[in-house]
């Protein structure tokens, strides 16, 4: 795992594909894949989401790059620090692992939003496509191929701004808040999938 330098992104990339584009399969961690909750620090309290794991065993199954895409504003806010943000990462990477299941890289912003303090234009906290542009160039990755999932709008604006044509908006997390919001997303380009 890696830290940028200027403390921006994390990056934790664990498989890499062989050469050649490959689709990915990104998903937000926090209300998408594990049950929401707000600022979490703690590794006993990882809970996974059942729903979204017959996506990503799919994704293994097919060779898809499955990678986490987070805000972690709790460390730019100062609740918690990267130490435990990599402890309850270790603990996610257990569960799924007892699944059979394979997270291939995970990226994660500490900016908080402008409103709480954050920059007022991060290249990296979703709605920014920044993590997903940053892995397709690490992991080269085929976005015009890839999908997300996510619980928010922010979520599934980062990916069509990252030229992926498909957004899931899970109901898990701040899905049924943001259904509408989500849904505006959608042109002949970006195909917003609910459920």
């Given at each position: 795992?890696?830290?940028s330098?200027n403390?921006d992104l994390?990056?934790?990339i664990r498989?890499?594909?062989?050469a050649?584009?490959?689709?990915?399969l990104?998903?937000?961690?926090?209300?998408?894949?594990?049950e929401?909750?707000?600022?979490?620090?703690?590794?006993?309290?990882?809970?996974?989401?059942?729903?979204?794991l017959?996506?990503?065993?799919?994704?293994?199954?097919?060779?898809?790059?499955?990678v986490?895409?987070?805000?972690?504003s709790?460390?730019?806010?100062?609740y918690y620090?990267w130490?435990?943000?990599?402890?309850?990462?270790?603990?996610?990477?257990?569960?799924?692992?007892a699944e059979?299941?394979?997270?291939d890289?995970t990226y994660?912003?500490?900016?908080?939003?402008?409103?709480?303090?954050?920059p007022?234009?991060?290249?990296?906290?979703?709605?920014?496509?920044g993590?997903l542009?940053?892995?397709?160039?690490d992991?080269?990755l085929d976005?015009s191929r890839?999908?997300?999932?996510?619980d928010?709008v922010?979520?599934l604006?980062a990916?069509?701004a990252?030229?992926l044509?498909?957004?899931i908006?899970?109901?898990?997390?701040?899905g049924?808040?943001?259904?509408?919001?989500?849904?505006?997303l959608a042109?002949?380009?970006?195909?917003?999938?609910?459920r």
């Amino acid at each position: 795992m890696t830290l940028s330098e200027n403390g921006d992104l994390w990056c934790d990339i664990r498989t890499l594909h062989p050469a050649g584009n490959h689709p990915a399969l990104f998903l937000d961690r926090d209300g998408t894949l594990i049950e929401l909750v707000d600022y979490l620090s703690d590794p006993a309290a990882v809970v996974l989401i059942g729903s979204v794991l017959e996506d990503i065993w799919q994704a293994n199954k097919d060779g898809h790059a499955v990678v986490i895409v987070t805000n972690q504003s709790g460390i730019g806010r100062g609740y918690y620090r990267w130490a435990d943000f990599h402890a309850v990462q270790a603990r996610l990477y257990d569960l799924l692992a007892a699944e059979d299941l394979v997270i291939d890289a995970t990226y994660a912003c500490p900016h908080p939003p402008p409103d709480a303090g954050g920059p007022a234009h991060s290249l990296y906290r979703k709605p920014a496509p920044g993590m997903l542009t940053r892995a397709a160039d690490d992991l080269n990755l085929d976005l015009s191929r890839s999908r997300i999932l996510g619980d928010s709008v922010s979520d599934l604006a980062a990916g069509k701004a990252a030229g992926l044509p498909v957004g899931i908006l899970v109901s898990d997390g701040y899905g049924a808040r943001d259904a509408e919001a989500a849904r505006v997303l959608a042109d002949d380009g970006f195909e917003v999938i609910r459920r």
